[in-house]
Each structure stands twice: as C-alpha cells, then as structure tokens.
Nanobody
Framework: QVQLVESGGDLVQAGGSLRLSCAASKNIFSIDVMGWYRQAPGKQRELVAS???????QYTDFVKGRFTISRDTAKNTLYLQMNSLEPEDTAVYYC?????????WGQGTQVTVSS
C-alpha cells in the first residue's frame, strides 16, 4: 500500500508564501493523476489542483494564478507552491490520486494564514 506524507505547512501572514511537499513511498507520480486537496474546519475536503503524468495541470478558480502544482518523479514527491496566501486558504492540505480508488489519506499538513 502506498503511503503519502505531506509536509511544509505553517502559520503565515496574508500575502505570504509556502511550499508544500507530498512524499510517496512508491513511484506513483509518473503513473497516476495526482491532486492536492484541502479541508477547512467544518467543511468538506475539496480539490485544489491536479497534475497528470505528462505534467498537465488544472486549478480550481479560487487558487488559479496563486498556486502551482508540480512533481519530481525521481524523488517521488509532489509539490504545491502557494503564493499570495489569504486567510480563506487556512486548512489541512492533503495529496492523493485524483480518481478513485484512492490511496489511504495521509495526516495532511496544516496551513494557517493570519490576516
């Protein structure tokens, strides 16, 4: 079973930047379509961005132009560069496959943006 470990979350001020990482225990990023998700308190988990095996990317409207998803297949790592952060971006961020069946969810990484 693939293990996903997210890291890089922190407390930042509005307008700041963070880079999140998602390390996989196996080489999956050259095969699977992967996504970054987030879950804010009291809300459902939502998709933020996705990347295909040929590096095509898509973003939801609320992060378009601010976030960039990328991957390093040699390091089995997925990244999410987040710029111009807003308080509304506060959430726990996760990575996983875009389409089911998904891997077990990791513990996520907490991003908190203060105003």
């Amino acid at each position: 079973q693939v293990q996903l470990v997210e890291s890089g979350g922190d407390l930042v001020q509005a307008g700041g930047s963070l880079r999140l990482s998602c390390a996989a225990s196996k080489n999956i990023f050259s095969i699977d379509v992967m996504g970054w998700y987030r879950q804010a308190p009291g809300k459902q988990r939502e998709l933020v961005a996705s990347i295909t095996s040929d590096s095509s990317t898509q973003y939801t409207d609320f992060v378009k132009g601010r976030f960039t998803i990328s991957r390093d297949t040699a390091k089995n790592t997925l990244y999410l560069q987040m710029n111009s952060l807003e308080p509304e971006d506060t959430a726990v961020y996760y990575c996983n496959k875009l389409f089911p069946p998904r891997y077990y969810w990791g513990q996520g990484t907490q991003v908190t943006v203060s105003s």
